[in-house]
């Protein structure tokens, strides 16, 4: 069972940076792509930003410019970070993973709130 582990999320003031982290149980090298969503109150999830196995990555446009994303192998970590934060980034960020069956699994999540 692959499980999914999000942490670094808290309050920050706009401008501000934070660096998010998605520990993974299992060798991410076997998982393509690892994602992060995130998901506003009242809103739906969305795709924020995606990485393969290859170091190809992805961006929503909301956030080209100001996030990215990595990955550490050796660590089974997916990283998130974050730079020049406004206050609609606010929003619970999940890390989502692939495997080579196409089942993806879901972190529990970590908020990230942007206020001053």
């Known amino acids: 069972q692959v499980q999914l582990v999000e942490s670094g999320g808290g309050l920050v003031q706009p401008g501000g940076s934070l660096t998010l982290s998605c520990a993974v149980s299992v060798s991410i090298s076997s998982l393509n792509p690892i994602d992060w969503y995130r998901q506003a109150p009242g809103k739906q999830r969305e795709l924020v930003a995606s990485?393969?196995?290859?170091?190809?990555?992805h961006y929503g446009d909301s956030v080209k410019g100001r996030f990215s994303i990595s990955r550490d192998n050796a660590l089974n970590t997916v990283y998130l970070q974050m730079t020049s934060l406004k206050p609609e980034d606010t929003a619970v960020y999940y890390c989502?993973?692939?495997?080579?069956?196409?089942?993806?699994?879901w972190g529990q999540g970590t908020q990230v709130t942007v206020s001053s």
């Open positions: 990485i393969t196995t290859d170091g190809n990555s």
């Open positions: 989502r993973a692939w495997a080579r069956s196409r089942n993806s699994y």
